[in-house]
């Protein structure tokens, strides 16, 4: 659950810096500091989603 709240929490506050400072893209920080967020965010997100039970599936199946 922790990674839902997290994921959704860099996604919301990584947009709002996007759209916030699209004008200072050129300052590293302002830039690019709200994408690692959003690929932060997805990434918590889509793990949560695969959950732990479906990568062991996933590699007992490539093991055999």
């Known amino acids: 659950m922790i990674q839902v709240i997290?994921?959704?929490f860099l996604l919301a506050f990584g947009l709002w810096g996007?759209?916030?400072s699209w004008n200072y893209i050129?300052?590293?920080?302002n830039g690019v500091a709200p994408l690692i967020m959003i690929v932060v965010g997805i990434l918590s997100i889509s793990l949560y989603l695969i959950g732990p039970e479906n990568l062991k599936k996933f590699n007992k199946e490539e093991d055999a």
């Open 6 to 8: 997290l994921g959704l």
């Open 18 to 20: 996007v759209f916030d």
């Open 26 to 29: 050129l300052d590293f920080f």
